[in-house]
């Protein structure tokens, strides 16, 4: 997506460790107009899906699940983050390890807001080593739920999150797949331009 | 709001210690139709009000504030939560107390996110004790930004927090205001239910 590559040149910080900083219009202060244009990106993207849920993981990818949301016309349910296992019953948990806060915890979801009716488009913000994205999916397999696919604001393609899942057979489309970056700046793959 | 109150009537739970379990269409799962009224509803009440940027926290006011900017088209900043008080430079900070959680924590915004420039009308989905509505003011007066008002989703009247901070100035719209709750059922106040 040309606009949201433009605009992660124009006001993205590449800091050490291969740390993209987008919090000036992603995950820290969203940016309406884009987000309302990269939800209609999966709408175009998964509409003939049957998707009657969104899926997503607090906090970040809240904002760009509910712009999706409105375009398909279903409800969002959002994932929350537990950092213990001493959890309450009656949700679904899958174990994510956090590469940038160096963590791990539980990602939960309330058993009855997910189940064998549901098909279900997963959205979050980043895509890297897939652990958050694996989390997401493991949750809809207790569930029973059938996961259509993905839809990925950013990913790294020089972190193996999204070859591993793809290769496993889940679908994922990434507004801005990045192939490398440093301190000269980001290298977007050719079809995250048009 | 007649919309909200007759929803918390039909799908709210009352558990005991006077909480309001609204997490199949506020707080866990977001009902799409739902949000974008409310948003209308606060875009309403403060429509003539020159707010150039809504401020919410991380993670369940994230929804209704993107719902709620979309009428403004003006961008939102949510405030992080951070356990400690080891936070990085360039922040504004504020302490936090949540009843719900029974623990405190620092509502965070990165400075360049906040200035004196900007006109901010506060969103959040709960107005109880008040802790975090508080927090919110003060990262703008830190940030030297004007607060135009709040927007709530649910006001619990017979908690302090809104008593309070409208005896000190703030200006605060609720959707829908609770006056008193038990098993039997909730009270609203007369004006929530037009």
């Known amino acids: 997506m040309k606009l949201l590559c433009d605009r992660i040149r124009k006001d993205g910080q590449i800091l050490p460790g291969n740390v993209l900083k987008v919090d000036g219009f992603v995950n820290h202060q969203i940016d309406v107009r884009l987000f309302s244009e990269m939800g209609r990106a999966f709408y175009q993207a998964y509409r003939d899906c049957g998707v009657n849920k ?8 809240i904002g760009i699940a509910c712009f999706t949301a409105q375009f398909f016309d279903v409800p ?6 537990s950092r213990t296992s001493n959890i309450p019953d009656a949700v679904y948990a899958a174990p994510v390890h956090s590469y940038t806060h160096g963590n791990d915890y539980q990602a939960t979801v309330a ?6 009716k549901d098909r279900v488009l997963i959205i979050d913000d ?7 994205l694996r989390g997401l999916c493991e949750l809809c397999r207790q569930a029973g ?3 259509v696919g993905a839809g ?4 790294k393609a020089f972190q193996p999150g999204g070859r ?14 990045i192939e490398s970056m440093d301190e000269r700046g980001v290298t977007f793959a050719e079809e995250s331009l048009r």
Chains 1, 2 share one sequence.
């Open 54 to 61: 969104i899926l997503t993981i607090e906090s970040s990818g």
């Open 76 to 81: 969002v349910v959002f994932a929350k983050k």
């Open 111 to 116: 058993t009855r807001l997910l189940g064998a």
């Open 126 to 132: 980043f895509l890297a080593n897939g652990s958050a």
């Open 145 to 147: 739920a059938r996961v």
């Open 152 to 155: 990925i604001v950013i990913e």
């Open 164 to 177: 591993e899942l793809r290769a496993e057979g889940l679908r994922i489309e990434s507004l801005a797949v």
